[in-house]
């Protein structure tokens, strides 16, 4: 209607100044609060996770056997665990873990799920119907049970948790970037392409892939905690990081033989892990409401 | 000939990202009793923000009427009407009638529901009495097997015949006003002219006043009396349909009716208007068709050109028409 | 007379509809043995109402949907069955413009990159030598240099259309089908297109396949007009002809369906009674028998052939023409 586009088109340009797409991202997320504070918060975590080993008061291997199970004080803020260890410097040593764990999946996944989901959304047909169905067979085993069967197969380690937590991302990603590139295949700008003999290559790569880039990323924040859980939940389990290891879930499973008497050693990993999760999820929420179309309330 | 409508001095307003945008500057127009006034204008000229205006149609966007008069039927000034008030005129007393009969009918409610409701709301009449009036308003309408399209939802038929039924429902109340928003402009030539048939046949039958919105100078000149030519929020011309097209005055309203490609004119190039239409928000200094127009002079571009009145009782803010040359100013 | 750039002989092209559970798969037959040909340097236009097949005609020639049946020769070379990796030839000399100035441009490219797209698909040109012909190439349609390095949705409708007229001339092709190239313009903006449109042909030399629902527009523009009605070409002609002394009841409609700027020329019309008939279940003998005010028997059984009007190159589709 005239009266939208009258007062929609008044918003384009002012004046000289330049359209970025990058400031206009910018200017809308300064309006996100819960996701800036987010934001900020998962800064501070990748901060930590790269000068942690620097900062740390304490060795986190270094057993001490004069101060084992601490409670919170002021030589160890955190408290130590079974072996005099302490949990504040192995918090800080397990950042760097947990989300080199967690990126490195998700980027994985998504790499994978994205070609895959563009593969079967531009070309359709039996190579639709085979990604798909294989997808489909993913998701009726439930995730973790999934990651499970995958550490075991391959064995337990780090390594092993970020190939299982990316595979059992992909077919999700593949999902969402199929059914993106099934809109986007349709807009006039890639018959346009088309109409110019632009390879396939060129129109998925060039065209469709930006289409899809905004509920891409906000997919991937919020895959991020997902990832934590499910890497912390395999090596609470035992099969992901070996026990002496600085990681968030193996200290969780350390601890839990002494949840009766002294809380914090499953308290401290444990809020490390929820305060992680809870931001990367405002910050996903934050950018669906910036760069998702569909959400977009013009 | 007595006046139905008189709209004054309207100035009309949205609010977007906390910044005011005046889409009407001060509109002035009047409508006869009976008269078929054509208003037209490109995208952005405000002439669909006037007809939402008239009826105070702001439900879910940030437009408000700054100031101004709409009087109806006289003294009754629509602008100090609650929406109470107004809603007991709208469908009664002024009808609408909107581009996309698709998003103005409701896809899961049948034909005949959609079309008694307002029968029964304004016109108080009984079941039986609203059903017959319904089936005989249809007939009116040039729809085929009235009774059973009664029972059948607006997907079911053809976009000429959902605009049919849209008219139906205007005039289903006897409106002394019928708003008509594009009526014609998302059909095809054919059915177009089925439908602009129709409301002439219907308009003189009932004696009506309609306000035709339209960007199309062919529909204008096939139906209406009077034509208010509107560019970026303002009337910038107003005459009798045939002084228009045999004279314009306005440099805009010539530059219109030049770049229209008419049958049978054997032109190798079209005039055209040179420029874009501009952004509401960004309006030049001075007269707003100055930056495009072929007569421009320096005053255009510091002072805005008052509306004069001109022979013939037609009007036209242009300082080309400043009192030396003949136009009084209002 | 010049030579004859594009042929197009017995196109038809149907869509399989999505059916019920329970019902037989329907067609739609959008576009039913359609001929013409366009002589180089020439406009043809195919005009007609909706869900006619002239935008599917444009579609089927440019390649963009899978070929139906029927001959398309292009510059002396039957393109109409040939597989995507052989026409890299015909891409270059086909280019596109589209209805909606809006839709039609990457929102997340900037000018200069649309506007060099062909280039990029076909040329081994350097990134500085592309642009450098993107700016002569803005130039020639009304903008400048300064436009390229902004965003299409930071234009107005005319403007993103010049920007879209810019990317079909820059591989300096032969043919440009446009596919309702004004429609979406405002009025005043209208004449500077189809001006700008006119020079373009006689400065490059185009060969115009100009779709459209408007007469007037298309009278402007073309040479040579087909008239579609339900995927079959009805009249075909000159424009001189099919303007001032049309045969077919439907072109005799649609021309007096137009309203006319003139209040002076308010005029008895014929009107078609009825709506368009549906693609899916199109009549049988004459398509247009249902709504015809001349209708006969034989119109109801038999389709009409093609007959030869009486001036060269008018062809009509109708049982009243001897």
Known sequence: MELSKAVNSSTTIKKEKKYSPLRELLKNWKKQKNALWASLFILLLITVAIIGPFIAPYDPYKPDYNAM??????????????????????????????????????????????????????????????????????FAFPDILLAIAIVAILGPGLTNVVIAVSIFSIPSFARLVRSSTLEAKETVFVEAAKSMGASHFRIMFQHILPETLGSLIVFISMRIGTAILAASSLSFLGLGASPETPDWGAMLSLGRDYLGTSTHVVMMPGIAIFLTVLAFNIVGDGLRDVLDPKTKNE | MEKLLQVEKLETQFTKDKQKIKILHGVNFHIHQGEVLGLVGESGSGKSITSLSIMKLFKGTSGEINSGRILFNGDEDLINKSETE??????????????????SLNPVMKIGEQLLEPIRLHLGLEEKKAKEHAVSILKKVGIPRAEEIMNEFPHQLSGGMRQRIMIAMAISCNPQLLIADEPSTALDVTIQAQILDLMKQLQQKEKMSVLLITHDLGVVAEMCERVVVMYAGRVVEEADVFDLFESPKHPYTKGLIASVPKLGQKKEKLDSIKGNVPNPSELPKGCKFAPRCNDVMPICYEQEPPELNLENARSCSCWLYKEERGGIRV | MSKTLLKVTGLKKSFSIPAGMFE?????????????????????????????GKSTTGRLISRLIEPG???????????????????????????????????????????RDIVAEPLTIHTNLSRAERYKQVSEILEVVGLSDYHANRYAHEFSGGQRQRIGIARALI??????????????????????????????????????????????????????????YLGTIVESGPKEVIFS??????????????????????????????????????????????????????????????????????????????
Request: net charge neutral; hydrophobic share 40%.
């Open chain 1, 69 to 138: 199970l601490q409670g919170p004080g002021i030589d160890h803020i955190a408290g130590t665990d079974e072996y005099g260890r302490d949990i504040f410097s192995r918090l800080l040593f397990g950042a760097r873990i947990s989300l080199t764990v967690s990126f490195l999946s998700v980027f994985l996944g998504a790499i994978g799920g994205t070609i895959l989901g563009l593969l079967s959304g531009y070309f359709g047909g039996w190579l639709d119907r085979l990604i798909m169905r294989s997808s489909d067979v993913m």
């Open chain 2, 86 to 103: 107004m809603r007991k005129i709208r469908g009664k007393q002024i009808a609408m009638i909107f581009q996309e009969p698709m998003t």
């Open chain 3, 24 to 52: 037989k798969k329907k067609l739609l037959k959008a576009v039913h043995d359609v001929s013409f040909m366009i002589p180089e340097g020439k406009t043809f236009s195919l005009v007609g109402e909706s869900g006619c």
């Open chain 3, 69 to 111: 049946d029927g001959e398309i020769w292009l510059d002396g070379e039957e393109i109409s069955q040939k597989k995507e990796a052989q026409l890299k030839g015909m891409r270059k000399k086909v280019q596109m413009i589209f209805q909606d100035p809006y839709a039609s441009l990457n929102p997340r490219m900037k000018v």
């Open chain 3, 171 to 228: 591989m300096k092709p032969k043919l440009i089908i446009a596919d309702e190239p004004v429609s979406a313009l405002d009025v005043s903006i209208q004449a500077q297109i189809l001006n700008l449109l006119k020079e373009l042909q006689a400065e490059f030399d185009l060969t115009y396949l100009f779709i459209s629902h408007d007469l007037s527009v298309v009278e402007h523009i073309s040479d040579h007009i087909g008239v579609m």
């Open chain 3, 245 to 322: 002394n049309p045969q077919h009841p439907y072109t005799k409609a649609l021309l007096s369906s137009i309203p006319i700027p003139d209040p002076k020329l308010r005029r008895e019309r014929i009107i078609l009674q009825g709506d368009l008939p549906s693609p899916v279940n199109p009549p049988a003998g004459c398509r247009f028998h249902t709504r015809c005010p001349v209708a006969m028997d034989i119109c109801k059984g038999t389709e009409p052939p093609v007959k030869p009007g009486e001036t060269a190159g008018h062809f009509v589709s109708c049982h009243l023409v001897e």
